[in-house]
C-alpha cells in the first residue's frame, strides 16, 4: 500500500476554536449529538483478522467472545470488522461466497451482537477493484448480493460497509456510479440499514472534496485519516519507500493537519448533508508509545469536536491499542475510555465508619 501526503491548507483560528457541529449537542450531553442518524460513537477495528489473503496470517489476534464482551466493557460500543469477501467467492459469476466462510463471519457477528455492540461488516482489501473498476464491477454487486441477503435478518445494531479505501483507478467519478447500483442491490433486502461507504484516494480526508455518496437517508459516509503519514506508518513494511523511525508528532505542520481535518468535515457535511464516520486513525507500533499516544488522543479529541464519531485502528496488531490479551493503559487513555459514565466510581464518603 502506498499513500501519499497532501499539501496542507490553513484555516483560520475563529474556526477551530469553535466547529459549527459541535455546537449542537444535546445539553449536558455527549458531543456526538450533531450526527443522530450514526448510531456510533467509540469503535475498534478488528484489523488484520479476516482482511489478509486466504491463508495468509497477517498476526492480527482472531477476535473471539471474551474479547468482544471485553471491548464492549473497556466503553467501545462499536467494531468495525474488515473482511476479504473476495477472497472466498468463486471468481466467476455468480460469485458464490464459501458458506463455511460465511459461518465464521457469522460467529463474530453473533459474539458482537450478543455483547450488546455496533457490528460494521466491511469489504475490504478488494485490490482487484482498485486496479480494473470495469471488469470487477458486477463482482462487487454479486458479493454484496449476497451479503445483504445473508444478514437481512439482523438488528440494525448490524451495519454494512461497501468497500474500503477505494483507490489507484478507482476515483470518486468512477466509484460513485458503482456504489449506486451496490445501495440499490442492498435495498432490495435491507430497505433501511445503514450502509457506510467512503471515497477515492484510500478514503483520506482529500477525498470528501469531491465525494458524493448516493442520497439515501441511511448512508453514512467515511473517511480515514492517518496524517502525517510519516508519522503513523513510520518504518511500516507495507508501505513503499517507509518513513523512517522514529520519528515524533508535532514536527512543523503536523497539527494543521487537525485543521484540514475540520476544514474538509465541516465542508462536506454543508455540502451534502451527509453524515460522517472517521471509519480509521491511529499510529503504528514503531512509533514511540508516548508519542502514539498523544496523537491518538489529538485525532480522537478533533473528530469529537466535530460530532465525528470514530473507529481506532486496530484493536490488537500492528497499531496495537490492547496487546498479550491486555489493554495498553496509555492509548485506552487517549481514546477517552473508559468513558466517565461508566467509569467506575469511587465510593461516597459519609463520614460513617464501616461496621
Ligand atoms: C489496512 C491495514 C493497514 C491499515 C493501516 C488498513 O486499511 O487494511 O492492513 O494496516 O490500513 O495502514
Known sequence: ??????????????LIAQPALAQQGPPGGTPYSSVPSVPIQRCANLGNTFEQPAGMPWGGVMPMKADLA??????FDTVRFPIRWSAYA????????????????????GWATDAGLNIIVDLHHFEEIYAKPAAHRAELVALWGQIAEHYKDQPPSVLFEVLNEPNDKLDNATLEPMLVDVLATIRRTNPTRKVIMGGQFWSGISSLASFDPPKDPNVIATFHFYEPFAFTHQGASWVKDPPPAPRVFGLPGDEEWMETMQKEVLAFEERTGVPLFLGEFGAIDSANLAERARYTDTV??????LGVPWCVWSYDNTFHIHRDGQWI???????GLPPESTAPTTAPTTGASAP
Do not use: N
Open 1 to 14: 500500500m502506498f499513500r501519499r501526503s497532501l499539501t496542507l491548507t490553513g484555516l483560520s483560528a475563529a
Open 70 to 75: 471485553d471491548i464492549k466493557a473497556q466503553g
Open 90 to 109: 468463486k471468481d466467476k459469476a455468480p460469485y458464490t461466497i464459501d458458506l463455511a466462510f460465511f459461518a465464521k463471519v457469522d460467529q463474530v457477528v
Open 300 to 305: 480522537r479529541r478533533t473528530a469529537e469536536g
Open 329 to 335: 493503559p496509555v492509548m485506552l487513555k487517549a481514546l
